[in-house]
T-cell receptor
């Protein structure tokens, strides 16, 4: 158990809909990362938050957005869903920037199926 | 552009022998490297890491070697156990770029009893 929790575990929805994925980081971790794993793309970095602020963006679509709240939990919002958005979405957390500790600890993931 | 590559999609070894998983990278700005293990329906689990100022790091049965001039790293598992059967990902980051991980495609390791 990494200490990172994600809900829901599974999500099935229709094209055009909007969903919210939730992540709670390990206790004490200030950085939260979102990754997408699809069959043909491997694990791709989407976005990072550090202590409530966006710090880095990767291959995140404009239809996707995220935020980190004062209690450090994070939400990833996916809107106008398309079939190609079906994937595993992982959240990871780490101690934070400037600490020399770069290991990221992953949650169990949310499997999103868009029909 | 695949900056981190694991050229072997699969590897099969006998229990008790050494498993060697390989990883190559193209971006010379990467300065920290990590290995993760992933079982089906679970998130990646951190195994071991190495900074670019070192060429070897050991943790129990796991050793990571880094050859910066060749832009190559490898993970050695000795002795291999059936419970090690999983997909192994190498990942790399630039310490100055927010710690985002760039992953390889993964290698499926199967350890046969």
């Amino acid at each position: 158990d990494s200490g990172v929790t994600q809900t829901p575990k599974h999500l099935i929805t229709a094209t055009g809909q909007r969903v919210t994925l939730r992540c709670s980081p390990r206790s004490g971790d200030l950085s939260v990362y979102w990754y997408q794993q699809s069959l043909d793309q491997g694990l791709q970095f989407l976005i990072q938050y550090y202590n409530g602020e966006e710090r880095a963006k990767g291959n995140i679509l404009e239809r996707f957005s995220a935020q980190q709240f004062p209690d450090l939990h994070s939400e990833l919002n996916l809107s106008s869903l398309e079939l190609g958005d079906s994937a595993l979405y992982f959240c990871a957390s780490s101690v934070g920037m400037g600490t020399g500790l770069y290991e990221q600890y992953f949650g169990p993931g949310t499997r999103l199926t868009v029909t | 552009d695949q900056q981190v590559k694991q050229n072997s999609p699969s590897l099969s070894v006998q229990e008790g022998r050494i498993s060697i998983l390989n990883c190559d990278y193209t971006n010379s700005m990467f300065d920290y490297f990590l290995w993760y293990k992933k079982y089906p329906a679970e998130g990646p689990t951190f195994l071991i890491s190495i900074s670019s100022i070192k060429d070897k790091n050991e943790d129990g049965r796991f050793t990571v070697f880094l050859n910066k001039s060749a832009k190559h790293l490898s993970l050695h598992i000795v002795p291999s156990q059936p419970g090690d059967s999983a997909v192994y990902f190498c990942a790399a980051l630039r310490e100055t770029s927010g710690s985002r991980l760039t992953f390889g495609e993964g290698t499926q390791l199967t350890v046969n009893p």
